[in-house]
């Protein structure tokens, strides 16, 4: 490993503690300074991950507002 990947691996870790890990990998770079497949692969799996479980809580939320609008919600 060199000196600059080292530096590249130690960004991407700052990032993920200091600005979370959604942030990190979502909107604050695609990383194309780091050249390793697994970590791309992981990446991109964890952003399709990601999009999902948002997907499926929205849809979940959607469900719920429909629901309280026709029927009403029931109470705990």
Not at 18 to 36: A, L, V
Not at 46 to 61: A, T
């Amino acid at each position: 490993m060199t000196y600059d990947e080292l530096e590249n691996w130690q960004s991407v870790q700052y990032r993920m503690d200091e600005e979370g890990f959604d942030y990190c990998f979502e909107s604050y770079s695609h990383w194309d300074e780091i050249k390793d497949e697994e970590f791309h692969r992981l990446r991109l799996g964890f952003l399709q991950h990601m999009k999902e479980l948002r997907e499926y809580i929205d849809s979940k939320v959607e469900e719920g507002q429909n629901l309280e609008l026709e029927e009403g919600l029931e109470d705990e």
